[in-house]
């Protein structure tokens, strides 16, 4: 081997291309050619994953799911299941929701998804609640529950988000209770001895 490395010197050395310089890497030998090789596989390599990544970027990688658990405010009043019904489609209006379904039959409305707002759901941290959830939406179900001479008015908020201990701080069933106790009062209030009668 030593032999054929002096006889390939000469040759360079003829030809005049390696006169007083080693051989180095890079240079047209075998380990000069893997060398390059390599670094283009590894190029090749590069540009395929960053082709992938760049192109995976519009898809999305979770997607929120609607939370199985749905707490209920709810608020007892003195009139029929007809009047209750009335009273919490005028609450709902005028709390800004709009009713996509509704069964007659079960007592129950269900109101469009809208966006979480800063003070109506909550992730309880370390014993502490952090409002302002971002990217979550929520939908109002509220059930209707004939009890004898009074109703059961019971409101929910339905959330979807990719949190998955998601909470209700309550404040928009509450809004709903109060509308639909204003709804339901007399529009002149009959005023006794012994005070209101609704």
């Known amino acids: ?58 898809k999305p990688l979770l997607v929120g799911r609607v939370l199985p658990k749905v707490d209920y405010a709810s608020q007892s009043f003195s009139t029929t299941a007809n009047d209750a019904y009335v009273a919490v489609r005028k609450a709902l209006y005028r709390a800004g929701y709009s009713v996509t379904s509704e069964d007659l039959k079960e007592g129950v409305l269900q109101t469009t998804w809208v966006p979480a707002t800063s003070d109506s759901h909550y992730l309880p941290l370390f014993e502490r609640r952090d409002f302002a959830p971002t990217g979550s939406y929520h939908q109002l179900e509220v059930q209707i529950v004939p009890e004898g001479e009074k109703v059961l008015v019971r409101v929910g908020s339905r959330m979807k988000s990719l949190a998955v201990n998601l909470k209700s701080s309550e404040l928009e069933e509450q809004k709903i209770l109060t509308y639909t106790a204003d709804a339901l009062r007399n529009e002149e209030p009959n005023v006794t001895n012994i005070g209101l009668n609704p």
């Open 1 to 58: 081997m030593n032999i054929h490395f002096k006889a390939m010197m000469n040759n360079a050395g003829d030809a005049g291309e390696f006169r007083g310089a080693p051989l180095q890497r890079g240079d047209g030998t075998a380990g000069g050619r893997t060398r390059i090789y390599n670094r283009f596989k590894m190029n090749i390599l590069l540009i395929l994953l960053m082709v992938i990544f760049t192109g995976s970027c519009s």
